[in-house]
């Protein structure tokens, strides 16, 4: 499991390598950046799945971990809009603090439930409500992140060309939400 030092460590670099990569203003090198990420947060997490899957751990332990990598993604693009639109892009997105906004709440209550859920597995109990809970909302987040997908295609916002100023963000969005996707089908996955 990543550690609080490695996941502020990932937190940090990824944001940096996505900033930077909006800052050529070269759409194409921003959503290769992003995807690279992406596909490091889903292919991260679903290793550490596995390996708690392998040495029987608690349905709880696999919840913490999802969420706390559910957490990292939501809190790297919540910086990434922040620091893009605040300090970098030219174009004014007047959409994009509550874009912030929502991916920062979602980031904060994501690592809340992983800290519930390590706090009792601390104190010696399990709480199978919780992780049932857990599990529904992932449901649900699957089916919004797939809606989200879905709906970037039919309004022509993915991929997006550089004369729009949501260009960046949308990159973020898309690929954002296959890593969230990703993530929570396999925990899903682990019937979790």
């Known amino acids: 499991m990543l550690s609080m030092t490695g996941w502020l460590f990932s937190l940090a670099a990824t944001v940096c390598a996505t900033v930077l990569a909006a800052a050529a203003e070269q759409p194409a090198l921003q959503l290769a950046t ?4 992406c596909i490091a947060f889903a292919l991260i997490a679903i290793r550490d799945h ?12 696999i919840a913490s971990s999802t969420a706390r990598y559910l957490a990292l993604v939501w809190a790297w693009a919540a910086l990434a809009i922040l620091i893009t ?5 030219d174009k004014h997105w007047a959409e994009w603090w ?40 992932l449901q649900f987040q699957v089916i919004g992140m797939a809606a989200g997908v879905i709906s970037l295609f039919v309004d022509h916002k993915f991929p997006r060309a550089a004369t729009h100023a949501d260009w960046a963000g949308c990159n973020i969005f898309f690929f954002g939400a296959l890593a969230i996707a990703a993530i929570s089908l396999d925990a899903l996955r682990s019937r979790m």
């Open 34 to 37: 992003v995807a690279v990420i």
């Open 50 to 61: 596995q390996k708690l899957r392998n040495i029987g751990a608690p349905m709880s332990a």
């Open 85 to 89: 639109y605040l300090f970098v892009m």
């Open 98 to 137: 509550q874009f912030f906004i929502g991916f920062l709440f979602a980031a904060v209550a994501t690592i809340g439930f992983a800290v519930l859920l390590d706090r009792d597995r601390s104190a010696g109990r399990d709480d199978a409500m919780l992780v049932k809970m857990g599990r529904l909302l």
